[in-house]
Structures are given as C-alpha cells and as structure tokens.
Antibody, heavy 117, light 113 residues
Framework: EVQLVESGGGLVQPGGSLRLSCAAS????????MNWVRQAPGKGLEWVAN????????NYVDSVRGRFIISRDDAENSLSLQMNSLRAEDTAVYYC??????????WGQGTLVTVSS | DIVMTQSPDSLAVSLGERATINCKSS????????????LAWFQQKPGQPPKLLIY???TRESGVPDRFSGSGSGSDFTLTISSLQAEDVAVYYC?????????FGGGTKVEIK
C-alpha cells in the first residue's frame, strides 16, 4: 500500500519561510515524478510544482516560481518543498502526490500551511 | 495556460438517478501521436484528499465502481455516475495533464436530492 505522509505545516507570518516534507513508502519512489498540489480553505485544487526522476527537471506554477523550491532525496524516499517569502494567499493544505504515467495516482493526507500575522 | 471549466458548479440528484458533470478545456487535450486525451477525474470527500477515478478521459482506475464513467475527446469531456449512491456525495474535479502548468477545473459538488 502506498503511503505518503506530509509534515512541516503550521502557522507562519507573511514574509516567512517553511519547509514541507513528504515521506513515501510502498512505492518505487525513484521512478516517479513527484508533485505538490495545494487547496486553499474551501477552494479548489491548484498544482504547485513537480520534479522529474533524479531531480533533473523542476516545474512551478507562476505564482510560486522564485519563492518555492521543490527537491527530492531518492535514497530517503522523500520529497520537500522549501517555501520562502510566504504570502497570505499561500494559505492552504499542501498535498504530496505521486505521478504514475502522468496521472496523479497517489495522494497524501496533506499538511496545513497558514500564513497570517 | 490551459483553462478547465466545469459545469454545473453543483447538482442535486436523487438516489439511483444519473449524475452528469461536464468539463471543457481551453485547448484540445488530444495528443495526436498516441490518440490519448490527457484528462483525469477526481473525487474529493470532506476532510479527505482527492481520489483518482478516471484517467485518459475514459479509463477507470482500479477499484473504482463501474457506475463511474468518463467520455469525450478534444476539449469536451463528461463524467457520468450512472446510478447515484449515498457514498458518491463529494466534489468532483477534472484535471488536464497535457501541459504545464497542470490545471484543474473549479469543481462540481454533487449532493442527494
């Protein structure tokens, strides 16, 4: 069974930083693209970033490019999202998602990030 | 960016009746070299992460009941629940994976009438 466990969420002031982590098990982590998808309270889904096998390619939604950095450690089966210069509009539940054949097949339970003073 | 537009925003259907959700993309999701539509459908229940239902527009994910079906091609797609069950109350999202940035529709809330 695939398990994705996110951690690192919490309350942070505008302009602050936070690092999210995702621990994966039950999946051959190194062969999959990995993603972060977020959902603001009561709102829809927004893809944030993805990273290719071996970290050789990274893509970001425009609203976070230059502020967020996605990374992976295939030896530890872990995914990270370094979030800098946080804004109120970054408040959301952040999901770690495994892509299998381009498809968002496995999702974690999510971790809540709240940006507020 | 590809914009995904779902309709309706919400619908109420009687138990056992059909529910139909539409999704339109701002450009074609059909990749001509493999004839695949890069479109997926997800179900999200309150307090839970989304769950993959359909991919390649019409391929049902393993374990998904066969009352769920996807259809359409190019820019117009449909998710159909043939006989609504109580456990199908949820928000449904379409999503394109044709090109970055990957984008979702705004969601359709399905309730029991």
């Amino acid at each position: 069974e695939v398990q994705l466990v996110e951690s690192g969420g919490g309350l942070v002031q505008p302009g602050g930083s936070l690092r999210l982590s995702c621990a994966a098990s039950g999946v051959t982590f190194s062969i999959h693209w990995m993603n972060w998808v977020r959902q603001a309270p009561g709102k829809g889904l927004e893809w944030v970033a993805n990273i290719k096998l071996n970290g050789s390619e990274k893509n970001y939604v425009d609203s976070v490019r230059g502020r967020f950095i996605i990374s992976r450690d295939d030896a530890e089966n872990s995914l990270s999202l370094q979030m800098n210069s946080l804004r109120a509009e970054d408040t959301a539940v952040y999901y770690c998602v495994v892509s299998s054949g381009w498809v968002f097949r496995h999702w974690g339970q999510g971790t809540l990030v709240t940006v507020s003073s | 960016d590809i914009v995904m537009t779902q309709s309706p925003d919400s619908l109420a259907v009687s138990l056992g009746e059909r529910a139909t959700i539409n999704c339109k993309s701002s450009q074609s999701l059909l990749y001509s070299s493999n004839n695949n539509n890069y479109l997926a459908w997800f179900q999200q229940k309150p307090g839970q992460p989304p769950k993959l239902l359909i991919y390649w527009a019409s391929t049902r994910e393993s374990g998904v009941p066969d009352r769920f079906s996807g259809s359409g091609s190019g820019s117009d797609f449909t998710l159909t629940i043939s006989s609504l069950q109580a456990e199908d109350v949820a928000v449904y999202y379409c999503q394109q994976y044709y090109s970055d940035p990957l984008t979702f529709g705004g969601g359709t809330k399905v309730e029991i009438k």
